[in-house]
């Protein structure tokens, strides 16, 4: 039986709602103490898998050997080859053969290009002294060469990146021979590393894939959760219990379904949905003795941009956390949810795609009624009702 340390709760800024970003960085071993090389801060993403930071983190500075590298005068930001790369000595620790790597992340259709790099040891987390907390070894991660992100996906059955940072061979940096537990905790205002699988979850059981290895948790061997949604107004039922699948997704605030055809209406097209109840349920395994559901009033739509940046408006249902304070029909709708408001903002349907199964991405608002755990070593992942308070 293996012997774990206490898990480790890994700070990150919460100054944004919906946003959980943390300190990474390529870390040096000096003298049984760990620090930082470079240290980047980062977005933790459910929805898909593996680090993407830029190239030239990844490098030792040096201005005249990065002297060919081309700078978008609009943007600001730095194209490299790898011709160009390859003038540039990397960070101790840190290897790369320049295979291509390329992300398209949904809906914004940002495309990510760049090449794939190995982190012999990966710093998690900041300490009061500014070094790392966890260190996790071996990590594979996309380094990009225009348009980084600066997003640390953790998800599976997701686009596959690189590895899950937070499922890798993870120590302490003060206890570098005894291994964390490999799993990983979030809810609104925590991110939590080696937690134990508990009867405070309310656990599922996930299919797990053919195709990835066994051996590691460092890809996206497991099939998303699955679920239920059921719509009704005051006068009848829109959408009987339905199954679908169900991300729950901290890259995204707003909620998605997917190729439902006809039974989620778009919005705007059949008026008895404007003002109607929607229901979403997690299959819990049949043990579980802890709520694992949540509903939320639909209030309207509204125009909305849903691509930072973007001009493009798209018509999204609201619900009764919305912000539509919109003087111009080209600002964004805001999201305004709180501890003690645990819906999703806004509700965009996508129909006629061809994905499959129906498929709900929950966007990040669920999490301020549950906290997510998942556990690889069991095949499971695991809601824990929160208390709200204002």
Avoid at 232 to 252: F, Q, R, Y
Wanted: charged share 10%.
């Amino acid at each position: 039986m293996t012997n774990y340390v206490s898990p480790i709760i890994i700070p990150h800024d919460t100054s944004v709602p919906g946003k959980f970003m943390i300190k990474i960085g390529v870390a040096n071993q000096t003298n049984s103490a760990y620090s930082y090389e470079v240290e980047l801060q980062v977005q933790i993403d459910t929805g898909s898998c593996g680090i993407v930071i830029p190239a030239t983190a990844l490098y030792l500075k040096n201005e005249s050997d990065a002297s060919t590298a081309t700078k978008d005068s609009t943007t600001g930001e730095t194209a490299c080859t790898a011709t160009q790369l390859a003038l540039m000595p990397l960070l101790p620790g840190v290897t790369t053969t320049y295979e291509p790597a390329t992300i398209v992340y949904q809906p914004s259709g940002d495309s990510i290009i760049g090449f794939y790099y190995h982190i012999a040891e990966l710093g998690i987390g900041e300490d009061e002294q500014g070094n790392p907390l966890v260190i996790a070894k071996n990590v594979k991660v996309m380094g990009a060469t225009s348009a980084s992100p600066f997003m640390m996906g953790v998800g599976f059955d997701r686009p596959l990146i690189a590895d899950n940072a937070f499922l890798a061979n993870l120590t302490t940096a003060n206890n570098n021979s005894t291994p964390l537990y490999p799993s990983y905790y979030l809810d609104h205002q925590t991110v939590e590393l080696g937690l134990s699988p508990s009867n405070a979850f309310a656990f599922q059981t996930l299919a797990v894939q053919t195709q990835g290895a066994p051996e590691t948790y460092q890809d996206w061997n497991w099939n998303t959760p699955q679920g239920s949604i059921t719509v009704a107004n005051a006068e009848a039922t829109l959408l009987t219990t339905t199954p679908v699948s169900l991300l729950i997704d901290t890259g995204l605030d707003l909620m998605m379904v997917n190729n439902m055809g006809t039974l989620f209406p778009l919005p705007g097209i059949v008026s008895s949905w404007d003002t109607a109840n929607i229901t979403l349920e997690f299959n819990a395994n049949s043990a579980a003795s802890v709520p694992s559901c949540f509903s939320f009033p639909l209030t309207g739509t509204a125009q909305a941009k849903l691509s930072p940046g973007g001009d493009t408006l798209t018509l999204v249902y609201t619900t009764e956390n919305s912000v539509v304070t919109i003087t111009e029909a080209s600002l964004p709708l805001q999201d305004s949810s709180s501890v003690s408001t645990p819906a999703p903002t806004l509700v965009h349907v996508i129909s006629n795609q061809d994905v499959g199964n129906p498929f709900i991405n929950t966007g990040f608002n669920p999490l301020f009624a549950y906290g997510m755990m998942f556990d690889p070593t069991g095949n499971q992942v695991g809601l824990k009702s929160l208390s709200l308070t204002s």
